[in-house]
T-cell receptor, first 115, second 111 residues
Framework: DVKVTQSSRYLVKRTGEKVFLECVQD?????MFWYRQDPGLGLRLIYF???????EKGDIPEGYSVSREKKERFSLILESASTNQTSMYLC??????????????FGSGTRLTVV | RKEVEQDPGPFNVPEGATVAFNCTYS??????FFWYRQDCRKEPKLLMS???SGNEDGRFTAQLNRASQYISLLIRDSKLSDSATYLC????????????FGTGTSLTVIP
């Protein structure tokens, strides 16, 4: 089974703190993604990476940065956490080319609360 | 216009009922189609891919209509355990970084 592991299930941080969310996958997937999910807004793409040290902005990159130093690890960084970044954060990975039943595999999510 | 649109519901149906969800997509170049299931406070998980000829997996049937740009999911003989949010997902290109997600349709199966 593909495993996408996120380092924390629940996190509470203070406004202005720098926050690191870690994601590791063990299936040698080229692509990795960070989404946030909010009620009524669905999944929104923050950043994705299609190779080591490569990154692309998604739909809502403001206030976030990412790091992909190794193929299996993709980190999301909140430079200075704000209350509007309270959300469920989901990491996902996929093969570069989608074949057959390939889809995204998601981690179990990190519920971040910024107070 | 959103890439993928779904009726958010909620759909509340009795056990044993048949329920259908539709989803429309805007990009005619879309290549791959999926239904994901998301339980409350859990991550989305792949339920099934949607093939051009339609496909079935037990009580679940998925269909694709390219001319009208919509996909559907039919659940027969609903079980309590089917209660979840169902996400429609469309991949616009051949590479795995062009997925678009619908906002999901909520289903509650009532005893």
């Amino acid at each position: 089974d593909v495993k996408v592991t996120q380092s924390s299930r629940y996190l509470v941080k203070r406004t202005g703190e720098k926050v690191f969310l870690e994601c590791v996958q063990d299936m040698d997937h080229e692509n990795m993604f960070w989404y946030r999910q909010d009620p009524g807004l669905g999944l929104r793409l923050i950043y994705f990476s299609y190779d080591v040290k490569m990154k692309e902005k998604g739909d809502i990159p403001e206030g976030y940065s990412v790091s992909r130093e190794k193929k299996e690890r993709f980190s999301l960084i909140l430079e200075s956490a704000s209350t509007n970044q309270t959300s469920m954060y989901l990491c996902a990975s996929s093969h570069h080319l989608i074949r057959g039943d390939d889809g995204y595999t998601f981690g179990s999510g990190t519920r971040l609360t910024v107070v | 216009r959103k890439e993928v649109e779904q009726d958010p519901g909620p759909f509340n149906v009795p056990e044993g009922a048949t329920v259908a969800f539709n989803c429309t997509y805007s990009n005619s170049a879309s290549q791959s189609f999926f239904w994901y299931r998301q339980d409350c406070r859990k991550e989305p998980k792949l339920l099934m891919s949607v093939y051009s000829s339609g496909n079935e997996d037990g009580r679940f049937t998925a269909q694709l209509n390219r001319a009208s740009q919509y996909i559907s999911l039919l659940i027969r003989d609903s079980k309590l355990s089917d209660s979840a949010t169902y996400l429609c997902v469309v991949n616009v290109g051949p590479t795995g970084n062009q997925f678009y997600f619908g906002t999901g349709t909520s289903l509650t199966v009532i005893p």
